[in-house]
């Protein structure tokens, strides 16, 4: 699978999960580049998808605190703003071998549910 598959993969997993991807990208001017990404998908122009999921992914930075259709995001500070270590807290897998998955969004009251055990996930604090 090429990079541009799995990144496809990413953004189409998004666009199937997070009902206001559209509406995130139409606020950033970002919309017509979704388009254009979606069309270049279903023409398979394979070569026009890394400069569009490029361009998307710099424009939904704005919003989404860095690429989406990238595995991996970076950590950087921003200039001038370095005040205290935040506490990130996470839910993470219950089991006693536990997948990969890390649930960012949960309220600390509102843990989800494992489908494999469960049980709730664990809440973890880490501070940055």
Not at 4 to 13: D, G, I
Not at 58 to 79: D, K
Not at 102 to 122: E, H, I, W
Request: hydrophobic share 40%; proline share 8%.
């Amino acid at each position: 699978m090429t990079q541009a598959a799995e990144r496809v993969e990413r953004l189409c997993t998004l666009l199937e999960t997070d009902d206001d991807l559209w509406d995130s990208a139409e606020k950033v001017g970002a919309g017509t580049l979704l388009q254009r990404i979606v069309a270049a998908i279903s023409a398979g122009d394979h070569n026009a998808l890394p400069p569009l999921l490029d361009a998307f992914d710099e424009a939904m930075a704005v919003i989404a605190g860095g690429a989406i259709t990238l595995p991996t995001r970076a950590y950087e500070p921003i200039i001038g703003w370095s005040d205290g270590h935040p506490v990130v807290h996470a839910w993470t897998c219950p089991a006693p071998t536990p997948c990969t998955r890390v649930d960012l969004q949960t309220r600390p009251d509102q843990p989800s549910v494992c489908a494999a055990t469960g049980q709730s996930l664990a809440l973890i604090r880490v501070s940055t």
